[in-house]
Structure formats: C-alpha cells, structure tokens
C-alpha cells in the first residue's frame, strides 16, 4: 500500500497547480487525510484535510480561499488545488493518512498532525517563482 503524489512543478506568483495523491492498496475515502507541507528550514505545516466522512475540511488560514481539497473516490485519488500562489507556498507537499486536528478548549484549531504509522507518500516539489 502507497500513497504517490504529483502535479508539483515550478509557477510564477499568482499561478495554479493542482496535486494529485493517488492510493494504493487501500482505500484512501476510509482514512482521515490531509496535504502537508515543508520547506526547508521550516516546521512541518498541515494544510488541509478532509475532517470527517461526510466531506467537512479543514484549511490552514495561510492557505484559506486560496486552496481546495477534493478527492475522487473512483480514482481513489485526493486533490489540492492551489490558486494565487506566492513565494512563501514553496514546499514539498505530502499527503498523509491519519490526520487529526488539536483543538483548543474554545474551538480554534492549533495544529493539524499525522498518526505515526499511517501512510505518507514520498512528495512533491512546488516552487513558486517571484
């Protein structure tokens, strides 16, 4: 079983991408998951994931009306699309399997993490050019 991501590449500021995840050997509509991202020098980010069966979402305010998540459950495949990108989304991007959110005692999300022990796909390159 593996989770394989694409659609990484190189845009200018204020371009589109759209990544895929496809899974394999499980069914990725059974499990809680999300996309990541890392750039270097920088901690681990959650961006968006999906939070329950019934399709809710969750995005990080960075990327909040900018991104979308989807997922194709023929294709067994999740989807980030991204619009008016900007140097600082410059990361690789991973989807993970296992995502669960930490939410304080008023509501607020404060973090978005993976179980270890889940799956994680290998990632893909976004690099947006200024």
């Known amino acids: 079983a593996q989770l394989v991501e694409s659609g990484g590449g190189l845009v200018q500021t204020g371009g589109s991408l759209k990544l895929s995840c496809a899974a394999s050997g499980f069914t990725l509509a059974e499990y809680a998951i999300g996309w990541f991202r890392q750039a270097p020098g920088k901690e681990r980010e959650g961006v968006a994931c999906f939070t329950n069966a019934d399709g809710g979402t969750y995005y990080a305010d960075s990327v909040k009306g900018r991104f979308t998540i989807s997922r194709d459950r023929a294709k067994n495949t999740l989807y980030l699309e991204m619009h008016n990108l900007t140097p600082e989304d410059t990361a690789v991007y991973y989807c993970?399997?296992?995502?669960?959110?930490?939410?304080?005692?008023?509501?607020?999300?404060?973090?978005?993490?993976?179980?270890?022990?889940?799956?994680r796909g290998q990632g893909t390159q976004v690099t947006v050019s200024s």
């Open positions: 993970a399997t296992d995502v669960y959110l930490l939410i304080s005692h008023d509501g607020i999300v404060q973090d978005m993490g993976a179980k270890p022990g889940g799956y």
